[in-house]
């Protein structure tokens, strides 16, 4: 069992940074590929990034270049640096873990953390 607790969200205005980050216990995070999923209100969650084992990340096109997502195994810590935010990036963030690779649907995850509110204001 892994439990996921992610931290570093809040308010910022448009254009502003935040750094999200989620910490693993129960098992080594070495062990798993992560990702970054969002939920905005009244929409579905969406995959923003991810970070397998090798480490190759991956990103939604609309985070490209302004995101960055990296991980710490000695510090069972994923973090997701996140500038040029932009209102529509509003949305509670989740870190998830799985073992079955970087994959864009969120039910390819085992473990999930409870979520980050991250708001942009404009």
């Known amino acids: 069992q892994v439990q996921l607790v992610e931290s570093g969200g809040g308010l910022v205005q448009d254009g502003g940074s935040l750094r999200l980050s989620c910490v693993a216990s129960?098992?080594?995070?070495?062990?798993?590929?992560m990702a970054w999923f969002r939920q905005a209100p009244g929409k579905e969650r969406e995959f923003v990034a991810g970070?397998?084992?090798?480490?190759?990340?991956r990103y939604v096109d609309s985070v490209l270049g302004r995101f960055t997502i990296s991980r710490d195994n000695p510090k069972n810590t994923v973090s997701l640096q996140m500038n040029s935010l932009k209102p529509e990036d509003t949305a509670i963030y989740y870190c998830?873990?799985?073992?079955?690779?970087?994959?864009?649907?969120?039910?390819?995850?085992?473990?999930w953390g409870q979520g980050t509110q991250v708001t942009v204001s404009s």
């Open positions: 998830a873990a799985t073992k079955a690779g970087l994959h864009l649907s969120s039910n390819f995850y085992d473990y």
């Open positions: 129960g098992h080594t995070l070495s062990s798993y590929d």
């Open positions: 970070i397998n084992r090798i480490p190759r990340s």
